[in-house]
């Protein structure tokens, strides 16, 4: 037991390790910790403003929240795209033992998500309520949501900046930072979302998540300025390196096409649930996956560590040990995510009534959350499999996977099922695990094949 509690405390901790000499399993544990803390602390955010609203603001604000995030999630695509690109440079220059190299790929990072984000904050805040009316809100969910869709869309830029940031420190291998400003930002976001909901209603929620991301940021920067991560940001980086930004930009490309290929599916998903089973369904939907995506982010943020690990070891030229760690990581998430199905198809009724009172969402949040996790396991597998390819520098591939597997498959099959065959909702519930288990497989096949390996970042 003393060995465990001095691991977690090792983990949790600010230290800098070389993972690239250290035992797989050991580095699997210290970078996952603090990884899978992370991302639960980001599904969190969405949970306390679904929860909130929910027992204070009644479907509507529901609705109006849940297809806010389904929007929003091509804000996240492009931050993890771009951060994906940085955890893959700066894993690398580690790797290599090059820490001048690594602190001028995150700035070059933070440059071109800065240059991005303005464009969408402005868009986004400009037509808040017609992307409401795109996503089948009705009137009553445009009048009470649009002012929360104008100040979450016109935050994009604290979104991008923390996605990114975080990313910058997972492939420094520093998570224990990256953990440590999602707790600082959803500590101000819990203690603010109710007292701001009470005082200016559903726009309350979008100001407290907002001023809670912002906090984390402000938080990461000092933590990049001071030099306490292996990434140093200094003065002399602020400028334009354009190799660097050039590599960023073949990596990051292809990695936010990724993402939003697969983040567009779902907000297909979410006006189909929203057209076929209206306000009370969209609102179960989205409180069930809510509840699922606190339990899928934990398992991202364990293939995370994944990641970090094939990019150092690539750098160190270590492509076994890269293969390794990737294999010991699968085997973790199997466990994880085979034990949340079974938590998910034994115990919904009485995880979403934590959330909702209301019978009719609650009867499809239900059924959403048993039908959705019967595809878990194959989630996690995913999940580390794309990761690995991602650290490497491989961002092509997984974009072809998803393209494939989400467009070609998973929304042409949950509109069959949906409207063709009437089966409504529950055609859309079905076919999110039958998409999402193809996927596991094709990007299992791929990652056997080996080529990753020779990438050059």
Avoid at 200 to 212: K, P, Q, R, V
Avoid at 273 to 298: C, K, W
Avoid at 372 to 382: A, D, E, K
Avoid at 426 to 442: D, K, N, Q, S, Y
Wanted: hydrophobic share 55%; aromatic share 10%.
């Amino acid at each position: 037991m003393r060995s465990v509690f001095h691991t977690i405390k090792l983990s949790l901790s600010e230290t800098q390790h070389d993972f690239t000499t250290m035992d797989i399993s050991k580095a699997i544990v210290l970078l996952a910790i603090p990884m899978v803390l992370e991302l639960s602390m980001e599904s969190v955010f969405a949970l306390v403003d679904i929860f909130f609203v929910n027992r204070w603001l009644g479907n509507h604000a529901v609705m109006a929240v849940g297809l806010t995030e389904s929007v929003i999630t091509i804000v996240y695509s492009l931050a993890i795209g771009i951060s994906m690109a940085a955890t893959a440079m700066v894993a690398r220059r580690i790797g290599e033992k090059n820490p001048e190299g690594a602190g001028e790929a995150a700035m070059q990072s933070m440059l071109l998500a800065l240059a991005i984000t303005v464009v969408v904050s402005i868009a986004g805040a400009w037509y808040a309520p017609d992307i409401l009316r795109l996503m089948a809100a009705d009137d009553e969910t445009i009048a009470i949501g649009a002012g929360y869709t104008r100040i979450l869309m016109g935050s994009s830029g604290v979104i991008m900046m923390l996605f990114l940031i975080n990313g910058i420190f997972r492939g420094a291998g520093n998570a224990a930072i990256a953990m440590k400003s999602l707790w600082l930002a959803n500590i101000i976001n819990i203690i603010l979302n109710p007292v701001l909901i009470w005082w200016l209603g559903l726009e309350g929620s979008a100001i407290a998540t907002c001023i809670g991301r912002g906090t984390g940021v402000v938080y990461q920067l000092y933590q990049l300025q001071k030099g306490s991560s292996a990434v140093h940001l200094q003065a002399k980086h602020i400028r334009l390196n354009g190799q660097v930004m050039k590599t960023l930009a073949a990596i990051a490309a292809p990695g936010t096409l990724q993402f939003i290929i697969a983040s567009g599916s779902w907000i297909v998903l979410a006006r189909l649930v929203a057209e076929t089973g209206h306000a009370d369904a969209s609102a179960g939907y989205q409180t069930a996956i809510r509840v699922l995506i606190f339990f899928i982010l934990p398992a991202w943020g364990l293939s995370n560590a994944a990641a970090t690990l094939v990019g150092q070891h690539l750098g160190a030229k270590q492509p076994l040990l890269a293969e390794k760690a990737v294999q010991t990581t699968t085997r973790y998430n199997i466990y994880f995510m085979a034990f949340v199905t079974v938590l998910f198809v034994a115990g919904a009724p009485w995880i979403i009534r934590f959330f909702t009172q209301d019978a009719a969402a609650i009867t499809h949040a239900v059924l959403a959350l048993r039908v959705i996790s019967l595809g878990y396991i194959f989630y996690g597998i995913g999940m580390v499999m794309t990761n690995a390819l991602n650290g490497a520098g491989d961002t092509r591939t997984p974009t072809v996977i998803n393209f494939f597997g989400f467009w070609m498959f998973q929304v042409p099959f949950a509109w069959w099922l949906a409207k063709s065959l009437s089966y409504g909702p529950m055609g859309v519930f079905i076919a999110i695990p039958v998409a999402e288990t193809l996927i596991a497989v094709a990007a299992w096949m791929v990652f056997r094949r080996g080529k990753w390996k020779l990438v050059e970042v």
